[in-house]
Protein backbone atom coordinates (compact mmCIF):
# COMPACT_ATOMS: atom_id res chain seq x y z
CA UNK A 1 0.00 0.00 0.00
CA UNK A 2 1.27 3.63 -0.69
CA UNK A 3 1.24 6.31 1.72
CA UNK A 4 1.82 9.28 -1.13
CA UNK A 5 -1.67 9.77 -2.01
CA UNK A 6 -2.47 10.28 1.96
CA UNK A 7 0.83 12.35 2.57
CA UNK A 8 0.08 14.79 -0.62
CA UNK A 9 -3.66 14.82 0.69
CA UNK A 10 -2.67 16.35 4.07
CA UNK A 11 -0.03 18.84 2.25
CA UNK A 12 -3.11 19.90 0.31
CA UNK A 13 -5.77 20.20 2.91
CA UNK A 14 -2.90 22.25 5.46
CA UNK A 15 -2.76 24.39 2.50
CA UNK A 16 -6.08 24.99 1.77
CA UNK A 17 -6.35 25.65 5.97
CA UNK A 18 -3.48 28.34 5.96
CA UNK A 19 -4.68 30.47 3.11
CA UNK A 20 -8.55 30.54 4.10
CA UNK A 21 -7.32 31.24 7.54
CA UNK A 22 -4.97 33.93 6.35
CA UNK A 23 -7.50 35.67 3.95
CA UNK A 24 -10.05 35.44 6.44
CA UNK A 25 -8.54 36.14 9.19
CA UNK A 26 -7.48 40.01 7.54
CA UNK A 27 -11.15 40.94 7.67
CA UNK A 28 -12.58 43.13 9.94
CA UNK A 29 -15.60 40.63 10.72
CA UNK A 30 -13.44 37.77 12.03
CA UNK A 31 -11.22 39.80 14.08
CA UNK A 32 -14.22 41.87 15.76
CA UNK A 33 -15.87 38.37 16.52
CA UNK A 34 -12.55 36.72 17.82
CA UNK A 35 -12.54 40.00 20.83
CA UNK A 36 -16.19 39.10 21.19
CA UNK A 37 -15.77 35.42 21.70
CA UNK A 38 -12.26 36.05 23.70
CA UNK A 39 -14.22 38.73 26.42
CA UNK A 40 -17.04 36.03 26.54
CA UNK A 41 -14.77 33.23 27.10
CA UNK A 42 -13.17 35.30 29.95
CA UNK A 43 -16.55 36.54 31.45
CA UNK A 44 -17.71 33.08 31.70
CA UNK A 45 -14.81 31.84 32.94
CA UNK A 46 -14.33 35.12 35.82
CA UNK A 47 -18.22 34.37 36.50
CA UNK A 48 -17.90 32.55 39.38
CA UNK A 49 -15.50 34.28 41.21
CA UNK A 50 -17.31 37.57 40.25
CA UNK A 51 -20.90 36.37 42.26
CA UNK A 52 -18.35 35.04 45.36
CA UNK A 53 -17.09 38.09 45.83
CA UNK A 54 -20.71 40.26 45.23
CA UNK A 55 -21.93 37.72 47.52
CA UNK A 56 -18.84 38.82 50.33
CA UNK A 57 -19.79 42.25 50.50
CA UNK A 58 -22.78 41.70 51.63
CA UNK A 59 -23.00 43.26 54.96
CA UNK A 60 -23.22 41.29 58.47
CA UNK A 61 -27.00 39.89 59.65
CA UNK A 62 -27.93 42.26 62.18
CA UNK A 63 -29.57 41.07 65.69
CA UNK A 64 -30.46 43.09 68.67
CA UNK A 65 -30.18 42.08 72.19
CA UNK A 66 -32.76 43.74 74.81
CA UNK A 67 -31.32 42.01 78.27
CA UNK A 68 -34.21 44.12 80.32
CA UNK A 69 -33.50 43.45 83.76
CA UNK A 70 -32.31 39.80 83.59
CA UNK A 71 -28.92 40.71 84.45
CA UNK A 72 -27.28 37.69 82.39
CA UNK A 73 -23.56 36.76 84.02
CA UNK A 74 -21.83 37.37 80.92
CA UNK A 75 -21.95 40.13 77.61
CA UNK A 76 -24.70 38.68 75.85
CA UNK A 77 -24.10 40.82 72.62
CA UNK A 78 -20.12 39.34 72.33
CA UNK A 79 -20.84 36.24 73.26
CA UNK A 80 -24.00 35.68 70.81
CA UNK A 81 -21.60 37.34 68.31
CA UNK A 82 -18.68 34.70 68.77
CA UNK A 83 -20.84 31.76 68.80
CA UNK A 84 -22.63 32.76 65.51
CA UNK A 85 -19.87 33.60 64.05
CA UNK A 86 -18.09 30.46 64.83
CA UNK A 87 -21.02 28.09 63.91
CA UNK A 88 -22.07 30.28 60.77
CA UNK A 89 -18.79 29.67 58.79
CA UNK A 90 -19.96 25.54 57.41
CA UNK A 91 -23.36 25.52 55.67
CA UNK A 92 -25.68 22.01 55.48
CA UNK A 93 -26.12 21.55 52.51
CA UNK A 94 -30.22 21.71 51.20
CA UNK A 95 -30.13 24.49 53.65
CA UNK A 96 -30.47 28.78 53.19
CA UNK A 97 -26.44 30.27 53.81
CA UNK A 98 -26.00 32.67 55.79
CA UNK A 99 -24.32 35.87 54.87
CA UNK A 100 -20.00 35.71 54.38
CA UNK A 101 -19.77 38.89 56.89
CA UNK A 102 -21.25 36.61 59.77
CA UNK A 103 -23.08 38.54 62.37
CA UNK A 104 -23.57 41.78 64.34
CA UNK A 105 -25.03 41.57 67.59
CA UNK A 106 -25.63 44.78 69.28
CA UNK A 107 -27.62 45.85 72.67
CA UNK A 108 -30.63 47.88 72.87
CA UNK A 109 -32.09 49.99 75.17
CA UNK A 110 -35.79 50.19 73.82
CA UNK A 111 -37.23 47.30 72.73
CA UNK A 112 -40.49 48.74 70.84
CA UNK A 113 -38.01 50.69 68.40
CA UNK A 114 -35.94 46.60 68.20
CA UNK A 115 -39.12 45.13 67.22
CA UNK A 116 -39.82 48.14 64.51
CA UNK A 117 -36.33 47.68 63.11
CA UNK A 118 -37.02 43.85 62.93
CA UNK A 119 -40.55 44.99 61.03
CA UNK A 120 -38.46 47.23 58.03
CA UNK A 121 -35.93 44.56 57.98
CA UNK A 122 -32.73 46.61 59.56
CA UNK A 123 -32.50 43.81 61.91
CA UNK A 124 -33.07 40.05 61.66
CA UNK A 125 -33.81 39.41 65.26
CA UNK A 126 -34.54 40.54 68.69
CA UNK A 127 -33.68 38.49 71.05
CA UNK A 128 -35.44 39.97 74.74
CA UNK A 129 -33.90 38.00 77.62
CA UNK A 130 -35.70 37.53 81.24
CA UNK A 131 -35.50 35.60 84.29
CA UNK A 132 -38.19 32.43 85.44
CA UNK A 133 -38.91 32.24 88.34
CA UNK A 134 -36.69 29.72 89.41
CA UNK A 135 -33.61 32.11 88.50
CA UNK A 136 -32.70 31.12 85.12
CA UNK A 137 -32.33 32.72 82.18
CA UNK A 138 -34.93 32.68 79.68
CA UNK A 139 -35.23 34.23 75.92
CA UNK A 140 -37.94 35.18 73.27
CA UNK A 141 -36.66 35.92 69.51
CA UNK A 142 -38.50 38.37 67.78
CA UNK A 143 -37.81 37.86 64.00
CA UNK A 144 -39.30 37.83 60.25
CA UNK A 145 -37.38 34.32 59.60
CA UNK A 146 -38.61 30.83 59.03
CA UNK A 147 -38.23 28.20 62.23
CA UNK A 148 -36.78 26.03 59.80
CA UNK A 149 -34.26 28.87 58.12
CA UNK A 150 -30.02 28.68 59.17
CA UNK A 151 -30.24 32.07 60.40
CA UNK A 152 -33.09 31.00 62.68
CA UNK A 153 -31.39 27.96 64.01
CA UNK A 154 -28.15 29.74 65.14
CA UNK A 155 -29.52 32.27 67.16
CA UNK A 156 -31.85 29.73 68.75
CA UNK A 157 -28.98 27.58 69.42
CA UNK A 158 -26.60 29.72 70.10
CA UNK A 159 -28.58 31.44 72.80
CA UNK A 160 -29.76 28.32 74.33
CA UNK A 161 -26.05 27.87 74.80
CA UNK A 162 -25.80 30.76 76.61
CA UNK A 163 -28.68 30.06 78.90
CA UNK A 164 -27.20 27.41 79.82
CA UNK A 165 -23.66 28.84 80.37
CA UNK A 166 -25.44 31.53 82.80
CA UNK A 167 -27.11 28.59 84.83
CA UNK A 168 -23.63 27.02 85.72
Known sequence: MNDQPRVATARNVATIARRE???????????ISTVILVVLAV??????????????S??????????????PSVDVARALESL????????VPGSQPTTAAGFDVTDVTDLAAA????????????IVLSRTSSGDLAYHV??????????????????????IQDRL
Open 115 to 126: RAAVERGEVKAV
Open 58 to 71: QTADRIAVYPGSAA
Open 84 to 91: LDATAGGN
Open 142 to 163: YSKLAAFERTSQLIQAAVTTLT
Open 43 to 56: GVALAPVVIEAIGR
Open 21 to 31: YTWRGRSRSFA
